[in-house]
């Protein structure tokens, strides 16, 4: 068995052992761990810093190896398509309680993508988040369509600890590939590592 796999079933039995006389906060986090919706603001916060001031001329600089690069107003965003996607964001570190069930909406990147139109030769889009943060994704992943600038987390803006206004939701991978307070998105031809990616942690994030 996985170690992730043992842990799972650890974390089950033991659930189920204390079932018998869960409060009602207990039965709210087992319900929880079964993917009803982490009520709003209360999910988890992980970042290296602290949190940064958004400007109120926020501005998602899209450019790098592109042919249209863009400056995009937090209303320009507001403006294009958008898909709503169900997700659990989880943090590697601790996988079982820094999680959270979220619907997000926001616009699929791959949308960024066709309009910008990278070079042939572009493998990744790196995310910077405004403290700095830096997380990259192969475009291959970029392009699948649950893959999103989120600016709503169960149908409100994004509280300000969660990346408001503008993040990136990356269904299926770890949450370090989910840079908040999105300012840049840059396209390169060169095999460029987030922050966490360069420290070690999977570059394919899938989990
Ligand atoms: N800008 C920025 N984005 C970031 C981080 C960060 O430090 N700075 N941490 C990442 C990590 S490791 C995780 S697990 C998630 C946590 O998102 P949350 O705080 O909204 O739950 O944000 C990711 N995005
Ligand atoms: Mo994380």
Redesign the pocket.
Known sequence: MKRRDFLKALFISTSLLVLGRLSVNEFSNYQHAQGALTPFGS??????SGTPEIPKNYVLTVDGEVENPLQLTYQDILDMPSVQVKDT?Q??SDPYF?R?NVVWTGVPLKYIIEMVKPSQNTIKVVGY???G?T?DLPISKAMEPDVILAYLADGNPLPI???YPV?LAVPGW???S????LVRLHFTSRNVLGY?ESRGYPDYAKK
């Open positions: 999910w988890y916060v992980v970042q290296i964001i943090c590697v820094l959270a988040g405004a403290d943060y997380a600890q969660h990346g993040r770890w949450g370090y989910y840079p908040k307070w966490w």
